[in-house]
């Protein structure tokens, strides 16, 4: 009986153990509960008792500190024996959506003063705070792009300055891009600029759409590309990476002006055949009410293209 006993906590403990190797842990989730446990604590807490505190296994959670103190989230000191886990000094806890605008005009005025790692930190804390992805580019970084490009149009930086700021920018967007790596197969954008004045915009479009689960194929600036033969390398680029034609195809198009936008409009309307019901264009970008440019959305807000994006694709 005692035997028995014995082998049944046995085989709970090693139940216990393979739930937890076995489980998919959400990073996200992870790092906010980290940084809520070793703020509670000014001495540091052991890598044992985190494991402990937060019920994943040793092996893990190890990767788990050493991925977020590679990223600069947590860091580790030697004292004494012991190996000790603290956070960083510059992380600080966010409440949204009520910080946006404070998060906002600091992203701001830190690009401005071309502080790179504030502004890296701004990001970094958005992100420890559950902050949306999307909402991170919508209501924190787009507002930033054309405050930046006004202060070049009237004068008051200058060129070097600028390419300064929009560095700092396009880093920002790499960072919240870098915390994806799940697409649906079915939902494809192509995603590109018609001047390079769109670019940024443009990437952080991308970077909005990779937050929700989309496939995104960013080609960046195509001003040099647009000529007759455009429409012959569009087809070609949809034969490549759409050619089962399965799920939703969207080409997003960014451009400063109403001859960028025709242009690109133009090109696909070529390209389009009539049995490809799932293949839509987006324009963003300023038109005129002589020039008709057709598309099936035309808006320069993001949420709206975001959003009509995700209803096309839940009307498949």
């Known amino acids: 009986m005692r035997k028995s006993f014995f082998i049944v906590i046995r085989l709970y403990t090693i139940g216990i153990w393979y739930f937890h190797m076995t489980r998919g842990y959400n990073e996200t989730d992870v790092k906010f509960r980290l940084i809520k446990l070793l703020r509670s604590s000014k001495t540091g807490i052991s890598g044992v008792k985190i494991s402990q505190k937060l019920g994943i296994n040793r092996v893990t959670m190890s990767k788990y500190l050493n991925k977020f103190a590679a990223e600069g989230t947590i860091t580790q000191e030697n004292i004494g024996n012991l190996n000790l886990w603290f956070v960083d000094e510059d992380i600080e806890e966010l409440t949204f959506p009520d910080d946006y605008f404070i998060v906002q005009e600091k992203f701001l005025s830190n690009v401005i003063d071309c502080m790179e790692k504030p502004v890296y930190n701004i990001i970094k804390n958005c992100i420890n705070s559950k902050a949306k992805m999307d909402k991170i580019i919508t209501e924190i970084i787009l507002p930033t792009i054309p405050q930046i490009q006004k202060l070049f149009d009237d004068g008051k930086i200058g060129k070097s300055e600028q390419q300064i700021m929009t560095g700092i920018i396009a880093n920002s967007i790499q960072m919240i891009t870098h915390n994806f790596n799940h697409s649906k197969s079915e ?36 001003s040099s590309s647009i000529d007759v033969l455009f429409d012959l390398e569009l087809r070609k680029l949809l034969s490549k990476i759409w050619k089962l034609k399965k799920g939703l195809m969207i080409i997003l198009i960014f451009s ?23 293949l839509f264009i987006v324009l963003s970008g300023k038109t005129g009410k002589k020039v008709k440019i057709k598309a099936d959305l035309s808006t320069s807000k993001l949420e709206d293209m975001l959003q009509w994006s995700n209803t096309k694709y839940e009307n498949l």
């Open 187 to 222: 939902k494809n954008i192509i995603i590109l600029s018609a001047d390079p004045e769109s670019l940024l915009v443009s990437e952080a479009a991308g970077a909005a759409f990779r937050s929700q689960n989309w496939n995104v194929f960013s080609i960046g600036d195509m």
């Open 256 to 278: 400063q002006s109403e001859e960028g936008l025709k242009f690109f409009s133009d090109s696909f309307y070529s390209v389009k055949e009539k049995s490809e019901n799932n």
